[in-house]
């Protein structure tokens, strides 16, 4: 994997380089939090920032969401 071609530079491969992924450890939180979506002015607008999807995860992490 480390060989020295002819010029004398370092091969390292082609994975060598490549970015790793690693789970890391994640603190205990011990409070919740409270997030407001802002709703949008306008007369035809019905959108909110935040998907469903979105809103699920936060909730389920003993989050509350206010919309």
Do not use: H, W, Y
Not at 26 to 46: C, Y
Not at 60 to 67: C, D, H, K, Q
Request: without cysteine.
């Amino acid at each position: 994997m480390n060989e020295k071609g002819k010029s004398g530079k370092v091969n390292f491969g082609d994975s060598a380089l490549m970015p790793k992924e690693e789970q890391l450890e994640t603190a205990v939180r011990s409070r919740k939090i409270t997030i407001g979506i802002p709703e949008d002015n306008k007369e035809d607008e019905q959108r909110v920032a935040l998907t469903p999807e979105a809103v699920n995860i936060l909730v389920e992490s003993e989050n509350e969401v206010i919309v």
